[in-house]
Each structure stands twice: as structure tokens, then as C-alpha cells.
């Protein structure tokens, strides 16, 4: 009886424990437009970028800016504008962390930069690839460290607005860009398996 009665606290101690466990969640970068929303897996592999995305997204630094350059077959980019004026306002530069196994394919995330030959990334500067071939000349040279999984119609009807001769659209492409933290589980019904590509 004695042993009976000691181990029941101890089996409400352990039910208790797995209840009231939480699921892991994962940081995932979601860039809303009017055109709708993309969702990105951020790399643990470039974690310096993957910091100052979830930092600047954290204080809403991107949402009072637009996509400001759009090349169709190519890429959308936003953040501070695509001139050395635009980069000398970045709040601050990142040194690269390239990997071999991270490509410039269609839909992945990137950080902008100007011609430094330290090939720093300006932490204001973001785009996202649109040629559907992927773009490999870029590679190792222009920082990827995330990838769109949800959103590729988004992507492409940006890609298609109106620009000038600059590239920046007529009408503007304002963003505001979020980190959400999701499980595996709901990921899985947007349709990212965790564990596939990371």
C-alpha cells in the first residue's frame, strides 16, 4: 500500500511534465505585399544574416519601404534604395558566410550589397530570386540565407508590375516583413517538411 500510494505522486509529476511540454517552434521570415504573402526558411547555416533579418524585422525596419527594384527573370529587391546613397544608409554591414550547398535558385532569399571586394552584405538590402533557372553566377559572390517555400504566384505577379527605366515599379510595392514562429506541424500543412532542405 505504502508503495502504491508513493509512486502516484510521482506519475502526476511526469503526466503533468509531458502535457505542459512545447512543441519546437522555428523563426520564418513572412514578407507581406498587396500582391499577398511569402514565407521563407531562414538557414541556420548563414546565422549572421539570419540574425539581422529577424532583428530588423523585430523593430519593423522594412515597413514603411517597397520592392525597389523589380527585374522579371531575374530578381525583386527592396529595403534601402539600389544606389551608394542607399547602402551608406544600411545600418550596419555583414561579412559574408557563404556555403557551397546554399544556390541562388528561384525563390531564394538574399541580402543586397554594393561592389565592396569584401563582398559585405548590407544589412538593409534583401531580394528574392526570380529566374526560374536560378541564377548560379551569383553564387558565392551575393549572400543567400533563406528560401521562399509559399508564395512563388506572389513572387512572380511582383515581378511582373510596371517599372521605369530604373526598375523601380510605377506604382509602389510596399512590404512589411514579420518573423513567425512555427512548428514542424504547421509547417507541414503549409507545405515545408523540416528536415528536407535545411
Not at 118 to 135: D, H, P, R, T
Request: negative net charge; aromatic residues 12%.
Amino acid at each position: 500500500m505504502y508503495k502504491t500510494l508513493l509512486s502516484l505522486p510521482l506519475l502526476l509529476l511526469f503526466a503533468c511534465g509531458d502535457s505542459g511540454k512545447q512543441a519546437e517552434t522555428f523563426d520564418i521570415g513572412q514578407i507581406k505585399t498587396p500582391q499577398g504573402e511569402m514565407l521563407f526558411w531562414l538557414y541556420d547555416d548563414t546565422p549572421k544574416h539570419k540574425a539581422s533579418f529577424i532583428q530588423l524585422a523585430n523593430e519593423k525596419y522594412w515597413d514603411t519601404l517597397t520592392f525597389n527594384r523589380v527585374i522579371e527573370g531575374f530578381v525583386i529587391q527592396g529595403g534601402c534604395p539600389d544606389t551608394p546613397e542607399g547602402f551608406a544608409d544600411s545600418p550596419y554591414l555583414l561579412q559574408p558566410e557563404f556555403k557551397d550547398h546554399i544556390k541562388h535558385t528561384y525563390g531564394a532569399l538574399g541580402a543586397g550589397r554594393d561592389d565592396n571586394p569584401e563582398k559585405l552584405s548590407a544589412g538593409c538590402q534583401l531580394y528574392v530570386v526570380q529566374n526560374k533557372e536560378g541564377i548560379p553566377r551569383l553564387d558565392g559572390n551575393y549572400m543567400i540565407f533563406g528560401q521562399l517555400f509559399k508564395g512563388f504566384d506572389v513572387l512572380d505577379t511582383i515581378a511582373k508590375v510596371e517599372t521605369d527605366s530604373l526598375d523601380k515599379p510605377f506604382t509602389d510595392v510596399p512590404m512589411e516583413v514579420n518573423v513567425l514562429a512555427l512548428t514542424a506541424e504547421e509547417l507541414s500543412e503549409l507545405g515545408y517538411e523540416v528536415g528536407e532542405k535545411e
